[in-house]
Structure formats: C-alpha cells, structure tokens
C-alpha cells in the first residue's frame, strides 16, 4: 500500500468523518482500513447527492447490503453529475448484484452450513456432501463458501419433493434455480414452483423445471 493514503480523502466539515480518519490512520495501512473508510466516504457522497425520496426507498431495503445497493443503482438512475457516479457497466452489475441479494433475502433469507445442519440433525461434511450431490440448494456467498435458503426446509426436515426438482434443474447455476423457486411459472398457472411445492404438487413442478429455460418457458 502507498504510504499515508488517507492524506487523499481528507474530509471537509463533517466531524464524525474527520473522527473516522482519524481513527483509521492509528491502525494499520491495510486494505481492511483503507476499504473501509472510502467506502463510508462513497456513502456519504450519496447521502449528499441523492433527493430524500430515493434515500427513503433506499433505506427500506431488507438487509444492510440492499440499502448499498440500491442507493448506487438511484445514483446510476439519476445520472446526477459526479466522477463517482456509477459506469452503465457497472450499474448492470449492482443490478445483478440487486437480484442476487433479494434471492438470499428471500423467504426466511439464508443459512449457514452449520446453522443447516442443526436444523437438520446431521453434521456439516453431511450437508456438503448433499450439496455437492445436488440434495441441496446452496449459493455462493463470498467468504463464507456457501448459504443456504431457508425456504428449501420444512419443520419435518427437508422441503418434500425438492430433491426431484434439483435434479430436473440439473445443469442450471444455483442462481438460476433459486429464481426458478421464487418466480411466477406460466406452466404453473403463474403460481410460484415453491408455493406448489409446499402444496404437494411435485409432479407438476418438476415438469415445469425440465423445460426451465428453454424457448417461452418461463
């Protein structure tokens, strides 16, 4: 890292940033430290730019992350004039970024492996080896390897019929399968292929997921 990056951000007139600086600089010049303080600079720069309606929907957002991100996408909406302002590149991926956080957020949001495993009654190398088999649904989540959506459990265990689905939606990334879950089916009458799950009706859910993806198949 170059010596006293800081010295770039100096604050203006706000104290709790000129306080935070401060604070940064007695710690070590790592990239935790630097990470840290320009992206609360980047927020406070939204904060400023940003009209009171989109920082109130953004704020509404279930997670912390949601709020981030959909504070840079109105930025990125809006246009406002900033050299800060979010590329259209870059606006399409917190798009997707967008859509992934409201996958994991959704229904009782995610697991961890071992939180999984307690549910389940069985050990950690139990759950990976479901997922590795394709018994489970898991998403990539950054450091933590793998999260597990919640919704793919029953208090009996294992959502029933999941199994079959996961294997009709073989060769479609995790992503792709938890949207298939979550999103209206017109082979389903629009009904989401969860909720007709959580009905019984396996047999029409995995006929809806063998042609996920294919030509009109929603």
């Not at 890292?1 to 940033?17: A, E, K, Q, R």
């Not at 940003?50 to 912390?64: I, K, W, Y």
Request: proline share 6%.
């Amino acid at each position: 890292m170059p010596p006293n990056v800081f010295i770039s951000y100096t604050s203006h007139d706000d104290v709790w940033l000129k306080a935070l600086e401060e604070q940064l600089r007695c710690r070590p010049q790592n990239a935790d430290s630097i990470f840290l303080f320009r992206a609360i600079r980047a927020l406070d720069h939204l904060v400023r730019e940003l009209p009171q309606e989109s920082l109130r929907a953004a704020a509404s957002a279930q997670s912390d992350v949601g709020v981030v991100l959909e504070g840079l996408l109105r930025a990125s909406d809006l246009g406002f004039a900033s050299q800060r302002a979010p590329r259209p590149l870059i606006a399409a991926r917190l798009r997707g970024a967008r859509a992934q956080t409201a996958l994991l957020e959704a229904e009782g949001g995610a697991l961890t492996s071992t939180e999984t495993a307690t549910l389940l009654g069985i050990s950690r190398q139990a759950i990976h080896k479901r997922r590795r088999a394709g018994r489970l649904l898991a998403l990539p989540s950054g450091r933590r390897g793998f999260v597990f959506p919640a919704w793919q459990l029953s208090e009996h265990g294992v959502l029933p019929g999941l199994e079959p689905v996961l294997g009709a939606l073989e060769g479609h990334d995790p992503w792709m399968q938890a949207r298939f879950f979550l999103s209206s089916n017109l082979r389903l009458d629009g009904a989401r292929p969860l909720d007709e799950l959580r009905r019984g009706n396996v047999e029409r859910v995995v006929a809806a997921a063998e042609v996920y993806g294919e030509h009109g198949a929603a």
